[in-house]
């Protein structure tokens, strides 16, 4: 066997089990709670793509060739790889930024901020649950700060998202009088704009310590920067079946972040 037919192999056998396991990945949040947005959909379908162009490899070399022959087809053929290769180094400088943001410590004693997540009735979401999980753990471990629970009620929550988080810091031992209550907001922006209108009302410390999931502490931490707050993080750990899809939908609101910067 040739070194070029070898490496024709391998790189199909990538794209394919690459592809599958990406696809798995990102479809698993829909069959199990039916969780789909922009993240999952545009994750799915590159790794569809993917697992075409290995299965029909010869038959879609073949077109991209004839393509390629063609003045239109070679602009065509040109804009779509530059487009990936740009797309993949956004991906990598919004990923070393996440990492970066969910690993900034907050001050001593700063302002615990908890960004609101899904209600379903009264209970919490997954994602809410973890972030809520972080927030105990910040409190226990630093007995003179205080925390801001924050978030709306959607048409579908029973209760807002401020009031469960409430509920659940009261119900697993953190005094009443440490937490207040933020209900307006429906967006990260809202929740640290308002929560920010309480610490001023309150003369609470305004060193923040935002507590939500590692993947979106870095476009949280660039609202809050943008609102003139210092800020660290205290970042919650996102079960693995579904950190794929809520990191995937996280890539565009980051560059949506970017964009209204700009």
């Known amino acids: 066997m040739g070194i070029r037919r070898l490496s024709v192999i391998i790189l199909r056998l990538f794209l394919l089990l690459s592809g599958a396991a990406g696809f798995t990945a990102l479809v698993m949040p829909v069959l199990k709670r039916r969780i789909l947005n922009i993240g999952n959909a545009a994750g799915m379908t590159v790794c569809a793509v993917m697992m075409l162009y290995a299965l029909?490899?010869?038959?879609?070399?073949r077109l991209l060739g004839k393509w390629w022959q063609n003045k239109v087809g070679r602009i065509v053929l040109s804009i779509m790889g530059l487009g990936i290769a740009v797309g993949i180094v956004l991906v990598l400088v919004i990923s070393v930024n996440m990492i970066r943001a969910a690993n900034?410590?907050?001050?001593?004693?700063?302002?615990?901020?908890?960004?609101g997540c899904r209600v379903y009735g009264e209970r919490p979401s997954l994602i809410l649950t973890e972030r809520m999980d972080a927030a105990l753990s910040y409190l226990n471990e630093n007995p003179d700060a205080v925390c801001i629970a924050s978030g709306g009620q959607g048409q579908d929550e029973d209760i807002s998202e401020a009031e469960c988080i409430y509920r659940y810091l009261v119900a697993n031992?953190?005094?009443?009088?440490?937490?207040?209550k933020e209900e307006r907001s429906t967006s990260?922006?809202?929740?640290?704009?308002?929560?920010?209108?309480?610490?001023?009302?309150?003369?609470?410390?305004?060193?923040?310590?935002?507590?939500t999931n590692e993947f979106h502490e870095y476009r949280a931490g660039m609202i809050a920067g943008r609102l003139g707050l210092s800020y660290g993080a205290v970042s919650a750990e996102t079960a693995l079946w579904l950190l794929p899809t809520y990191y995937a939908r996280e890539l565009f609101g980051v560059l949506y972040e970017w964009c209204e910067i700009s």
């Open 56 to 61: 029909f490899f010869p038959y879609a070399n």
């Open 104 to 115: 900034g410590k907050p001050a001593q004693n700063a302002t615990a901020v908890v960004l």
């Open 173 to 180: 031992g953190i005094s009443p009088n440490r937490i207040y």
């Open 188 to 211: 990260t922006r809202e929740n640290l704009a308002f929560s920010y209108e309480i610490i001023k009302e309150h003369s609470l410390p305004e060193d923040l310590a935002i507590v």
